[in-house]
T-cell receptor
Framework: AQSVTQPDIHITVSEGASLELRCNYS??????LFWYVQSPGQGLQLLLK??????LVQGIKGFEAEFKRSQSSFNLRKPSVHWSDAAEYFC????????????FGTGTRLKVLA | DVKVTQSSRYLVKRTGEKVFLECVQD?????MFWYRQDPGLGLRLIYF???????EKGDIPEGYSVSREKKERFSLILESASTNQTSMYLC??????????????FGSGTRLTVV
């Protein structure tokens, strides 16, 4: 069965610094991979997704993620963090079998220092 | 703008009450999902539906049921609310087919408190 691990529960960065959020997955084939962001008290918003092709994926709000099959990873990056990026970030994995049910990681909460 | 709408942002219910959480989507999506979100546990799937009147149990279905009488509406029912069902409930929808799914679209969530 597929699974997703986000090793960092909390991350704190200074505004303007670069950011990398880690995500590791377990799945026998090439999965569908997603990153979502959740602002306080809100639902989740899709940042970017990977289905196939180019392993570097661009998303909204200046985020990007790179699929590395050899490391079973899909890490999220941003070169310069803004205070408004403070939120919780979830990685998710989906499969092509059955009903496209996704498995979510437990999330990484990002704090941005002014 | 496409939307998933959850009828209530905040609910407070008493132990033993029957609780209905409503979710409506306007995107003609086949799949609909109910998750609960708790600190440190992430999102856990309660039930999902891939067609009208079709439903499947997720990872934590105990104490819940669902109803999907129309394609756009997916209801979560707490048969007899208990304090351990205090949580944030998130509804989501998605297209059926492969790469065209584009991922889930989520509602804004319902924060339920059972007292």
């Amino acid at each position: 069965a597929q699974s997703v691990t986000q090793p960092d529960i909390h991350i704190t960065v200074s505004e303007g610094a670069s950011l990398e959020l880690r995500c590791n997955y377990s799945y026998g084939a090439t999965p569908y991979l997603f990153w979502y962001v959740q602002s306080p008290g809100q639902g989740l918003q899709l940042l970017l997704k990977y289905f196939s092709g180019d392993t570097l994926v661009q998303g909204i709000k200046g985020f990007e993620a790179e699929f590395k099959r050899s490391q079973s990873s899909f890490n999220l990056r941003k070169p310069s963090v803004h205070w408004s990026d403070a939120a919780e970030y979830f990685c998710a994995v989906g499969t092509t079998s059955g009903t496209y049910k996704y498995i979510f990681g437990t999330g990484t909460r990002l704090k941005v220092l002014a | 703008d496409v939307k998933v709408t959850q009828s209530s942002r905040y609910l407070v219910k008493r132990t033993g009450e029957k609780v209905f959480l409503e979710c409506v989507q306007d995107m003609d999506h086949e799949n609909m999902f109910w998750y609960r979100q708790d600190p440190g546990l992430g999102l856990r799937l309660i039930y999902f539906s891939y067609d009208v009147k079709m439903k499947e149990k997720g990872d934590i279905p105990e104490g819940y049921s669902v109803s999907r009488e129309k394609k756009e509406r997916f209801s979560l029912i707490l048969e007899s609310a208990s304090t351990n069902q205090t949580s944030m409930y998130l509804c989501a929808s998605s297209l059926w087919s492969g790469e065209g799914t584009g991922g889930y679209t989520f509602g804004s969530g319902t924060r339920l408190t059972v007292v």
